[in-house]
Structure formats: C-alpha cells, structure tokens
C-alpha cells in the first residue's frame, strides 16, 4: 500500500515537474541587458483594457493606457448633402470623368476619427543618482506575461516584477532586494493630459484627470488640442489611476503630491484606473460615469489579496490562452545567450535564428491576449498601446485592412475569445452605420461602415468635410469596412461550429449584405452590378499619364462582396431562415463583375485593364480573394492564383510592416513556403527608433519586437503570426492542408494547438522537410478532410480517398468564382507540389493520427 501510494505521488511529481517545464521555457523571454532608451524599445504589458509600457530603468517609467481614454464625443459626422451628391458623382463615374467624380465625393464628407490618447505615467524614482549598477538585466517573460528587472548596486541585489491582472484588473509592481531595509524611493503619478494628484491616506494616491474634447488631425488646423472651458464638469472623458503601497519593513509617508519610502525589504504597488466612458453613445463628460467609483473599487478589491495569490492568479489565467500552443523550431542555445535586440541587429548579415522566429510567432499571441479580452474595447492601430497625444494615424480604427489584420490570427492560433471585442464592437458599428446608410445614401436597410473608426463607434466617411485639402477620395471613398468586418463573424463559426453565435449574429450580417444590395448598381455598359464610386484603397489608377482616385467595380469591393453574400447564403441556409433575402443575395451575386485577368497575366486591380507594372503601392487589396478571402486557390482557380502572383511579383516584397505581414500570408496561399519565409525574414530588419525616419519607409521591428510600420503598428506582428500559421496549416478550401508552404529553412520543427476550420485541433511533426506524424483532435465530429505534399493515413480508422465536396458544413471550398482572361495574356507558373487527400469520420472528442506513408 505504501509502496503504490509512493509511485503514485512520484507520478504526479513527475506530471508537474512535466507541465513545470512546458510552462516555462525559457526562449520564450525578451530580455536586454540595458535600459529602454526609447518607447520602442519599452516592454508591454496589458489585461485588454490596462496597457503599460515598463521601461526597466532604476528611476522606472511605467507609461499606462486605458483603451477606453480617446478624446472628444460621440459625433457622428453624416453628411446630408449624399442624397444629392451621390447620383452625380456615379453619372461622373459612367461618364469616365473621374477627376470629376473625386472632386463632387469631397461633399460627402464627414469629420475625421477621435484621437486614442495616453493616460498616466508611474514613476518610482531612487534616492541615489548616477549610480551605475554592476550588473544589470531585464526581461519580459511570455510564459508569464510578467516583466521583470534585476540589477546590483554595490553588495545589494534589486528586483522588479510588474503584471498587469485580467481578472483582478489592476497592474501590481513589487520591488525586492536581497537586504532588509535596502529599499527607498518616491512613487509619481502624472499625465500628458490635464490633470491633478492628491494623497488621500499617507500610502494612498490618486490621479485624477481630463481629456481634450478635440485633438486636430492635421498640424495645419487652427486648434490643435482643445480643453472644455468647464472643466471637470465639460465634454471630455473624465480618468481617474488609483496607486497604493504596501511595505515590509520600513515605513511609508506622504510627502506633497508623491509617496515616499524609506528603508523598506520589500514594496508592492497597486494601480486601478478607470475613465468616465458610459457607451459608444453617451458624452463621457456630461453622461459619464464617475471613474473613481470604479477605481477605488477595483483596488480595495485587490489590496484584500496578496501579492502571490493575484500574481497566482494572473499567470494561471493568462496561460490558459497562451500555453494552447507550442511552436519548436531548430535551435541554437548560443543565440539564446544574446540579448533580444542583438539578436535582432544580428539577424539581417546572418538570418538564422530560428528562435527568433519563433519568438515573433509568440508575441503576436501575448500582444493579441494583452490587447483584446472579453469586455475589452477591440485592439486598435496600436493594440492598446500609445504615448503620444496625436498618435500617428490617431491610433485609430483603421478598417481598410488593419482592424481586420488585428483579428486574422484570432481563430488559427487558437485565441478565439479574443476575437469578442471586435463582435461586440460590430454591435455598435450597426447602430450607427443604419443612421449613416440613411443620411448619406438615402438607404433604410442595412449599415455601413468607411475607412476609419474610433471609440464612438464612427462610421461615417472621414476627409475633414470640405476644409481639408489633404483628404483624399481614395481612401475616404470607401463603404466597404462593414461587409469586410462581417465576415469575421461567419469566419468564427466556421472555426467553431458555434450555432448560437451564428444566430445571435445574423442581424449583423445580413445588415451588412443588405446594405450592400442596395448599393450596388448596374452598370450600363455591360449589365453587370457594381460597386459606384468605388476605390481599391489609399491607391489610384493610371490612366494615360495621370491619376485618378475615385471608379468603380475595383476588384476589392466586388471580391468583398462576393465573399459576404456566400457567407450570408450559408448562413441563411444553416439557420432555415430569410429564404426570401437569399434568393435575393444568390441572384444579385451572379450578376456581380467578374475577375479579369489583364494584359500582364495580372489580377486587374481595376474594373479595366489600367495595373501599372511599375506600381509599388503597399495596398495590394485586389488581393483580398486569396486570403483573407477564400475565393482564389492554387488547387481550384489555379489561372487566378497564377494572376495573384504576377501581381505580388510586381509589387515586390519590401514594403510597410503590415503590408509585407499580408505578403507573407499571400505567398503561404499560393503554396510558395520559400517566399513567406524571404519576406517574413526581410521583416527582421532592425529599426532604431532614434533616429528619424520617414513613414511607410520600409516595413521592419523595433528592439521590443513591435513591428515598425514605420511607425509603430501593431496590424504587422498579428499578421506575420496569422501569415506563419498559414504556412503550416490551411483550412479554406474544403480541407485541412497540413504544411502547404512549408519553407525549406524549417528543416525540422513541431507545432500544436493552432485550430482549423470544423473545430480541429492540430498537431504537426515534421522532419528533413516531410511530415513525419500529425494529430487532429475533433472537437465537434463530423467529417474530416486531410491533405498532405505526401502519401498519408490515419491509424484509428479507415480513411479513403476524398471525392466529390465535402459534406462537413463548416469546411467546404468557396467554389468557382467567374473570371475573364485577356486572350493574350501569358500566366506564371505556379510550381505546386502534388496534394494527397484523405477522409473519414471523427467522433467528438477523439484524437486522429496521421502519418505519412
């Protein structure tokens, strides 16, 4: 007897020892053996609505976030003079005046976004100055979402730990030294914006603070940044940040607006924070809700626990997203010796840190769990990161590409709660694109949403009105973000199976299409419906020596729409309901404009043959069929797929951050592993944040790892995660692809976790370049559709050749969508591997194997 109660307890010994291990390896750390010099090189942290960046000085700088603090009010900024403007600038359209048609848009205008703003700064200043420590090292630990600073001076050791709390929503900072009463310093709180701070008890400090009801988009506007006169009482979020001290020794005084310790062993600071937002549609000035309610609350609730247990807390709960997958590359145990931002510098004269890789794949996971929780705002242009009071871009909403990449590796990687925030977010968008729908196009069904959103749920077109002149129609012409963004709902479903949610959201995507049936209009010249005015975005056409902004039919829109009413038939169809409204959707959709291929052997970015070869525009949007769309693919459209390529050959590869991240993820659909991995290494290219650079001067990362647009953009590394997933599984066109694009610089390597349409989850082995072994749990059942660049099988059941389409619901191929070719044009080779396919039947909950023959 107690001899099995001994193996027993040896076993579960050995299984946490195991799980020990697993939960913590240790490549998994940004780490630097000096201070942050820069934002850049600044180390995030974030619950999905508290963001911090920990710059791991001695004198230590924590720069705090609220992703609910923007500046001004709802407004929603529709335009009446549509109704009118709009038939006029379509005749202009059908009449080829395109100069025109630009010019008459400008009048339906409306405001530009709200600015995302940041909130406080921590300061925990020493008593000692210009001390320099013997030794020095600091890190970010993606195992456990904590950022930790060690240091020595003179005999005395220093550590710092700081953690941002999803369920106990506060940040908590503890200082140790390896000597009782060695710890002194003065804890600051203070703002960018205005704002005052108080000592309510002798460890107890308050923050209170109030944003601009107006920050100006441009440096030419006459008021920049714009204060109500009332005060505290006025228009404007109202903020509060609440920082208590607990000591261990020593003692704790007030001192004017700062705290101060003195000869303390140990200090834990406590930070809560909150804003007076009530809603996307209440003034938080005069409708708010009181933020010190929320922050006293959310603090004392905290302070009633210890350090361990919320630190306990925070990790179990942060790594039970984060640990879902594990990602194994070669790897060299000398380049872990070096610090993160010399491995970086390192990597362009010899690209071959794998960890490195690796490393990126995973913090694109931790920044998408830091910046988008369940009841969190969606992530912005910035995750929830900013310092600056005119953000670049306003830290906004931008809905033309990178909210939708913010979300693209939400469901592959096995992150699905985090993709909440956006469908709760679409939820408001609706509300307010009705209204917009009607005011600006006359339109009483459906919603709408243009190029740029913020807070206040926005959704009608930026531009500035009439009074700017930099407000350009080929980007403010754009009605498209709704039907893109609704797509992620179908999306969802597809990865989950999740009937209640595809009913629950349907009002949301049939509005989307609905508008879109009405917008749509026929084109005379052909029949054919189309989109009118219409831009493929933030680029123009070429035109005989001149450029235009605003046409119509651009091949986005039309790929956009054609994606949206499928997913709108299918769903109608799941739920048996609205037969009526799908037999409208399946007859407008076969009279939309088709794809043409051009003279080039290009996919024509255009309704006509205008594609300049020369065009290095960043925007590749008449993309968007290949992916995120499912329409083009190099097994069913294969003369499409070819067209996509030329088109990526004659963009190039160097671009912006996120534009290179959407290459990557193109390349991969096209099955050309080598050519994700080209791009996805160009990407590595080390930026310094300290020297001046001009925007969109060529994409690559910061010290931190963020990806450097340039500036900084968040949209880059959640795209290159969702594009190097894409790489190693694909799951759009009636199957699961195990290792398309597999590069043949991933010799050997092991991923787990990731999740493919159906509700699979996937195991990969791979070894020399071949798939050595793979599992797929089935967590639903059903039918399952496997393929492989090699002859498998399935050890637990018999499979047999796939044939026909699949009859699992939610992982069926888009099908054939129309497309002309230019008689003479001659299309590249796409040079894929043979696919071996097999199938069978899973039950709910069981685990396949598959191994290559």
Same mark, same amino acid.
């Given at each position: 007897?107690?001899?099995?109660?001994?193996?027993?307890?040896?076993?579960?010994?050995?299984?946490?020892?195991?799980?020990?291990?697993?939960?913590?390896?240790?490549?998994?750390?940004?780490?630097?053996?000096?201070?942050?010099?820069?934002?850049?090189?600044?180390?995030?942290?974030?619950?999905?609505?508290?963001?911090?960046?920990?710059?791991?000085?001695?004198?230590?700088?924590?720069?705090?976030?609220?992703?609910?603090?923007?500046?001004?009010?709802?407004?929603?900024?529709?335009?009446?003079?549509?109704?009118?403007?709009?038939?006029?600038?379509?005749?202009?359209?059908?009449?080829?005046?395109?100069?025109?048609?630009?010019?008459?848009?400008?009048?339906?205008?409306?405001?530009?976004?709200?600015?995302?703003?940041?909130?406080?700064?921590?300061?925990?200043?020493?008593?000692?100055?210009?001390?320099?420590?013997?030794?020095?090292?600091?890190?970010?630990?993606?195992?456990?979402?904590?950022?930790?600073?060690?240091?020595?001076?003179?005999?005395?050791?220093?550590?710092?730990?700081?953690?941002?709390?999803?369920?106990?929503?506060?940040?908590?900072?503890?200082?140790t030294a390896d000597k009782k009463g060695a710890i002194s310093g003065r804890l600051q709180?203070?703002?960018?914006?205005?704002?005052?701070?108080?000592?309510?008890?002798?460890?107890?400090?308050?923050?209170?603070?109030?944003?601009?009801?107006?920050?100006?988009?441009?440096e030419s506007e006459p008021q920049q940044v714009v204060y109500d006169s009332a005060g505290?009482?006025?228009?404007?979020?109202?903020?509060?940040?609440?920082?208590?001290?607990?000591?261990?020794?020593?003692?704790?005084?007030?001192?004017?607006?700062?705290?101060?310790?003195?000869?303390?062993?140990?200090?834990?600071?406590?930070?809560?924070?909150?804003?007076?937002?009530?809603?996307?549609?209440?003034?938080?000035?005069?409708?708010?809700?009181?933020?010190?309610?929320?922050?006293?609350?959310?603090?004392?609730?905290?302070?009633?626990?210890?350090?361990?247990?919320?630190?306990?807390?925070?990790?179990?709960?942060?790594?039970?997203?984060?640990?879902?997958?594990?990602?194994?590359?070669?790897?060299?145990?000398?380049?872990?010796?070096?610090?993160?931002?010399?491995?970086?510098?390192?990597?362009?004269?010899?690209?071959?840190?794998?960890?490195?890789?690796?490393?990126?794949?995973?913090?694109?996971?931790?920044?998408?769990?830091?910046?988008?929780?369940?009841?969190?705002?969606?992530?912005?242009?910035?995750?929830?990161?900013?310092?600056?009071?005119?953000?670049?871009?306003?830290?906004?909403?931008?809905?033309?590409?990178?909210?939708?990449?913010?979300?693209?590796?939400?469901?592959?990687?096995?992150?699905?709660?985090?993709?909440?925030?956006?469908?709760?977010?679409?939820?408001?968008?609706?509300?307010?694109?009705?209204?917009?729908?009607?005011?600006?196009?006359?339109?009483?069904?459906?919603?709408?949403?243009?190029?740029?959103?913020?807070?206040?749920?926005?959704?009608?077109?930026?531009?500035?009105?009439?009074?700017?002149?930099?407000?350009?129609?080929?980007?403010?012409?754009?009605?498209?973000?709704?039907?893109?963004?609704?797509?992620?709902?179908?999306?969802?479903?597809?990865?989950?199976?999740?009937?209640?949610?595809?009913?629950?959201?349907?009002?949301?995507?049939?509005?989307?299409?609905?508008?879109?049936?009405?917008?749509?209009?026929?084109?005379?010249?052909?029949?054919?419906?189309?989109?009118?005015?219409?831009?493929?975005?933030?680029?123009?056409?070429?035109?005989?020596?001149?450029?235009?902004?605003?046409?119509?039919?651009?091949?986005?829109?039309?790929?956009?729409?054609?994606?949206?009413?499928?997913?709108?038939?299918?769903?109608?169809?799941?739920?048996?309901?609205?037969?009526?409204?799908?037999?409208?959707?399946?007859?407008?959709?076969?009279?939309?404009?088709?794809?043409?291929?051009?003279?080039?052997?290009?996919?024509?970015?255009?309704?006509?043959?205008?594609?300049?070869?020369?065009?290095?525009?960043?925007?590749?949007?008449?993309?968007?069929?290949?992916?995120?769309?499912?329409?083009?693919?190099?097994?069913?459209?294969?003369?499409?797929?070819?067209?996509?390529?030329?088109?990526?050959?004659?963009?190039?590869?160097?671009?912006?951050?996120?534009?290179?991240?959407?290459?990557?993820?193109?390349?991969?659909?096209?099955?050309?592993?080598?050519?994700?991995?080209?791009?996805?290494?160009? =990407?590595?290219?080390? #930026?310094?944040?300290? *020297?001046?650079?001009?925007?969109? +001067?060529? &994409?690559?990362?910061?010290? %931190? !790892?963020?990806?450097?647009?340039?500036?900084?953009?968040?949209?880059?590394?959640?795209?290159?995660?969702?594009?190097?997933?894409?790489?190693l599984l694909q799951s759009h066109n009636g199957e699961l692809a195990l290792l398309p694009?597999?590069?043949?610089?991933?010799?050997?390597?092991?991923?787990?976790?990731?999740?493919?349409?159906?509700?699979?989850?996937?195991?990969?082995?791979?070894?020399?370049?071949?798939?050595?072994?793979?599992?797929?749990?089935?967590?639903?059942?059903?039918?399952?559709?496997?393929? =492989?660049?090699?002859? #498998?099988?399935?050890? *637990?059941?018999?499979?047999?050749? +796939?044939? &026909?389409?699949?009859?699992? %619901? !939610?992982?069926?191929?888009?099908?054939?969508?129309?497309?002309?070719?230019?008689?003479?044009?001659?299309?590249?080779?796409?040079?894929?591997?043979?696919?071996?396919?097999?199938?069978?039947?899973?039950?709910?909950?069981?685990?396949?194997?598959?191994?290559?023959?």
């Open positions: 007897m107690k001899l099995s109660i001994t193996i027993c307890c040896f076993i579960q010994l050995a299984c946490i020892a195991v799980y020990a291990q697993k939960a913590s390896d240790p490549s998994l750390k940004l780490w630097y053996n000096k201070p942050a010099q820069a934002w850049e090189e600044a180390l995030p942290l974030g619950n999905g609505k508290t963001g911090a960046m920990v710059w791991g000085s001695q004198d230590e700088l924590v720069q705090l976030n609220d992703n609910t603090l923007w500046s001004g009010y709802p407004d929603a900024g529709n335009n009446p003079n549509g109704p009118t403007v709009l038939p006029q600038v379509r005749q202009a359209v059908f009449d080829g005046d395109y100069e025109k048609a630009a010019a008459l848009w400008k009048k339906m205008q409306g405001p530009y976004s709200a600015r995302y703003l940041p909130l406080a700064d921590l300061l925990w200043l020493l008593p000692a100055k210009d001390v320099t420590p013997k030794t020095y090292y600091r890190d970010l630990d993606l195992n456990t979402a904590v950022a930790a600073l060690r240091y020595q001076l003179g005999e005395v050791n220093y550590q710092r730990e700081v953690f941002i709390s999803y369920p106990a929503k506060v940040l908590v900072m503890r200082l709180l203070r703002s960018q914006l205005k704002f005052k701070v108080k000592t309510v008890a002798a460890n107890y400090l308050v923050l209170q603070g109030k944003a601009p009801k107006f920050v100006a988009n441009r505290e009482k006025g228009e404007g979020m109202n903020f509060e940040v609440h920082a208590k001290i607990k000591v261990e020794g020593g003692r704790v005084e007030q001192k004017d607006e700062e705290l101060s310790v003195v000869g303390a062993n140990s200090v834990t600071i406590y930070l809560s924070e909150a804003t007076s937002f009530n809603g996307f549609d209440k003034s938080p000035g005069l409708e708010g809700k009181d933020p010190s309610i929320e922050a006293k609350a959310i603090l004392q609730k905290a302070l009633a626990r210890s350090y361990e247990q919320l630190k306990t807390e925070h990790i179990n709960d942060y790594r039970s997203l984060f640990k879902r997958v594990e990602f194994k590359l070669s790897a060299d145990e000398n380049v872990l010796k070096l610090p993160t931002d010399e491995r970086l510098k390192k990597y362009a004269s010899a690209p071959t840190d794998q960890q490195l890789q690796v490393l990126y794949y995973q913090f694109g996971r931790y920044l998408l769990i830091a910046s988008s929780r369940p009841g969190s705002r969606p992530a912005n242009l910035q995750g929830i990161w900013n310092h600056h009071i005119k953000p670049p871009w306003g830290s906004n909403y931008t809905t033309n590409i990178n909210t939708e990449m913010n979300y693209w590796l939400a469901e592959n990687t096995n992150l699905s709660e985090c993709h909440q925030p956006l469908f709760s977010f679409l939820k408001e968008l609706a509300i307010n694109g009705a209204k917009t729908a009607k005011v600006n196009y006359n339109i009483n069904e459906g919603w709408v949403v243009h190029h740029n959103s913020d807070l206040w749920a926005k959704t009608s077109p930026p531009g500035g009105y009439e009074w700017d002149p930099k407000g350009m129609p080929r980007w403010s012409c754009w009605p498209m973000a709704g039907a893109w963004l609704s797509t992620h709902l179908w999306e969802h479903y597809l990865f989950t199976g999740d009937r209640d949610f595809l009913k629950n959201n349907w009002p949301l995507l049939k509005g989307a299409a609905q508008f879109m049936l009405h917008w749509l209009i026929t084109d005379p010249a052909n029949g054919y419906l189309v989109t009118n005015p219409s831009t493929s975005p933030e680029n123009t056409m070429k035109i005989k020596g001149k450029e235009f902004q605003v046409g119509m039919a651009t091949t986005m829109d039309m790929s956009i729409i054609r994606e949206l009413f499928t997913a709108a038939i299918k769903t109608s169809s799941i739920l048996n309901t609205d037969e009526a409204f799908r037999n409208q959707l399946i007859q407008a959709k076969e009279k939309l404009y088709p794809y043409h291929i051009g003279q080039y052997g290009q996919l024509q970015e255009w309704n006509k043959d205008w594609d300049d070869p020369k065009d290095k525009h960043r925007h590749l949007s008449h993309l968007f069929g290949l992916y995120p769309g499912s329409q083009i693919n190099v097994a069913t459209t294969p003369e499409l797929a070819a067209a996509a390529k030329q088109s990526l050959i004659f963009r190039g590869d160097v671009s912006t951050g996120w534009s290179m991240a959407w290459k990557i993820n193109w390349w991969a659909r096209l099955h050309d592993g080598n050519h994700a991995y080209k791009i996805l290494s160009d =990407a590595f290219t080390y #930026i310094n944040p300290l *020297e001046t650079r001009d925007a969109m +001067s060529g &994409g690559g990362t910061y010290a %931190n !790892l963020f990806d450097a647009h340039p500036p900084f953009q968040i949209d880059g590394n959640f795209g290159a995660t969702a594009g190097m997933t894409e790489m694009a597999l590069p043949d610089s991933w010799k050997n390597g092991s991923i787990s976790g990731i999740k493919a349409r159906g509700n699979f989850t996937v195991a990969i082995n791979w070894k020399e370049g071949k798939l050595s072994k793979a599992t797929i749990t089935s967590n639903l059942g059903g039918p399952c559709r496997v393929s =492989a660049p090699c002859p #498998i099988k399935v050890v *637990e059941v018999t499979s047999k050749a +796939s044939a &026909g389409t699949n009859t699992n %619901n !939610l992982n069926t191929s888009y099908g054939l969508p129309p497309y002309k070719k230019d008689e003479q044009a001659k299309l590249v080779s796409l040079e894929v591997a043979k696919e071996y396919t097999v199938e069978f039947d899973t039950k709910k909950g069981e685990v396949y194997t598959i191994v290559a023959l």
